[in-house]
């Protein structure tokens, strides 16, 4: 029986219905542009007319719908759990993967009582100085609302700055960072075009320090805990044994096809960007050491499977509670530390 689309916006909105049970309702449509995953009511399923189609357009049922479910999931832990700590985030599809599977946000927020304001798609560039006044800082204001509550900042920026894709264009980042290859296996450096990538961690240094800056000039928010990380090493497709076949998008969409266009074999590519990924460790690093309560998880290793990813640049459910789990060791340690968990 078909319910109208009034009904299935309820579902959607509705915290206690499961993701399964919105995914009866929706299909999966690939994404196009910047990486927000997308979903199209199904017709057989929802009685919509002319103007709810044009409404659905315009929504595009994706990060709305998890982030709106999240926020009042969080309310509801507030009134729930009281006496867990309280964290916000803001971040990329790390933290926001809408709806598939559950992303690191999720498994932390078993834990702790966790405000929301990450976006699938989502850059470094977008959250700090991004053209969208409603989006641009958004952590700002997140933060200022709950400065009397709030034990630590999660942020997750970078990775769409470097290995996603430009969220105007929806090209893969690494095209402008790679050179073609030259026939050496071995040479590692000598395929990252070190302007280009140099320019890229100037940028996201700039950024990051922006952030902290703005967390610091508020007096409640001047030892507060900030987690930050630089992601893991990736699987390029095509890998050896590789049978990840995601329905949002395909399967060589951020790494693949511009590897393959700079004719750099796979095993190679995977040690190219892990370096850049360990360069963007070291920059956090540098940060780290700089300000005693920065702490940067470090996830290398935790999704040492294939089987972990989802697809070329997340992971699955089961390889994102592993990196759940490292940042759970971090930021009890940190609260522990700081008085706020005991």
């Known amino acids: 029986m078909k319910i109208t689309y009034d ?6 909105r509705d915290p206690n219905v499961s993701e399964q049970e919105l995914l009866k309702y929706c299909d999966v449509v690939e994404h196009t542009g910047a990486f927000d995953i997308h979903f199209r009511v199904k017709p057989d399923m929802v009685e919509m007319t002319g103007v709810d189609e044009e409404f659905e357009s315009a929504l595009q049922i994706g990060n709305w719908a998890s982030r709106i479910r999240r926020y009042w999931r969080f309310k509801e832990a507030l009134k729930d759990h009281p006496d867990r700590p309280m964290l916000i985030s803001e971040g990329d599809s790390w933290f926001q993967f809408p709806i598939l599977i559950d992303d690191v946000v999720d498994h932390l927020s ?20 991004g053209a969208n006044r409603a989006r641009r800082r958004e952590y700002l204001s997140g933060l200022k609302s709950y400065k009397d509550q709030v034990s630590g900042f999660l942020f997750s920026a970078a990775g769409n700055d470097i290995i996603g894709e430009d969220p105007d264009t929806g090209v893969a980042a690494l095209y402008s960072i790679l050179k073609d290859f030259n026939g050496d296996i071995q040479d590692v450096a000598g395929h990252i075009d070190r302007p280009a990538f140099d320019e890229k961690l100037r940028f996201l240094k700039e950024a990051y320090g922006r952030v902290l800056s703005d967390i610091r000039g508020i007096d409640e928010l001047r030892n507060m805990p900030v987690f930050v990380h630089g992601y893991d090493y990736v699987f390029p497709y095509k890998w050896e044994g590789d049978t990840r076949s995601p329905l949002h998008a395909a399967k060589d969409e951020w790494l693949g096809e511009p590897l393959s266009e700079r004719n750099i074999p796979s095993v190679l590519g995977r040690k190219i960007i892990s370096k850049m990924l360990d360069e963007l460790y070291e920059m956090l690093q540098g940060l780290a050491a700089r300000d005693d309560n920065v702490i940067v998880v470090d996830c290398r290793g935790a999704m040492a499977n294939l089987s972990d990813w989802i ?5 699955t ?8 789990g490292r940042f759970k060791t971090a930021i009890d340690r940190a609260l522990v530390a700081q008085g706020a968990l005991t």
């Not at 009904?7 to 959607?12: D, G, M, R, T």
């Open 311 to 315: 697809d070329e640049i997340h992971g």
């Open 110 to 129: 078993a834990h702790y009582n966790i405000y929301s304001l990450g976006a699938a798609g989502d850059t470094a560039q977008n959250m700090v100085f």
């Open 317 to 324: 459910s089961a390889g994102f509670a592993k990196v759940a």
């Open 7 to 12: 009904e299935f916006l309820n579902i959607a």
